[in-house]
């Protein structure tokens, strides 16, 4: 599976870290790249974005620690993340510790995107991808089911998803 992961993968290098969100305790990373249309002497540029979707454990890290990880969500944004926990919602948009990492992260980095430079996997379904600047994300498949862990796919494609699994990893059009 590391090899298969890391083949299908390698499409990212180069391409900027243009996005990230999450829709409940699914969270997204979206990468864009240009494309080169017509000929040499009208070269147009379109974007096309490129979305992973992880289901399973993440983070984001550089050499100092853990920038935001994905059981941040489950803690109050702001100065106390313990503050009133029993009666804290977490799927709320931006009330997490998660979605404020995230937002800040990104904002931080809207001058000098973060430009996928490698993707390494293992042959459990993790995945490292190292951006410029020593930051990584990491997904690392953390239960023994045989449930999705991530995908990924180019937006507006339903027929094409790569989809990591406990059984594996497969081509899926869904």
């Known amino acids: ?9 390698k499409r990212l290098i180069n391409m900027p870290l243009k996005d ?16 080169h249309l017509g000929s040499s002497n009208q070269d147009e540029q379109t974007p ?10 993440w983070r984001i890290v550089d ?12 803690y109050r944004a702001g100065i106390d993340p313990y503050f009133d926990i029993l009666e804290f919602e977490w799927d709320v948009p931006g009330s997490n510790r998660c979605d404020e990492r995230v937002n800040n992260l990104m904002k931080s980095r809207a001058d000098n995107p973060l430009i996928v430079q490698s993707v ?7 995945l490292r991808i190292r951006f410029s600047n020593d930051i990584s994300l990491e997904l690392f498949p953390d239960d023994s089911l ?5 995908r990924f796919f180019r937006l507006g494609d339903s027929s094409n998803h790569f989809v990591v699994t406990g059984k594996g990893a497969v081509e899926s059009s869904d």
Do not use: N
């Open 120 to 126: 390494e996997a293992d042959s459990y379904g993790g």
């Open 20 to 35: 990230v969100g999450r829709a409940a305790d699914l969270e997204w990373f979206v990468f864009e790249v240009h494309i």
């Open 63 to 74: 050499p100092e620690g853990i920038i935001v990880g994905s059981r941040d969500r489950y």
């Open 146 to 150: 045989a449930g999705e862990y991530w």
């Open 1 to 9: 599976m590391k090899e298969e992961i890391e083949q299908y993968l």
């Open 48 to 57: 096309s974005e490129y979305t992973l979707h992880a289901e399973c454990a």
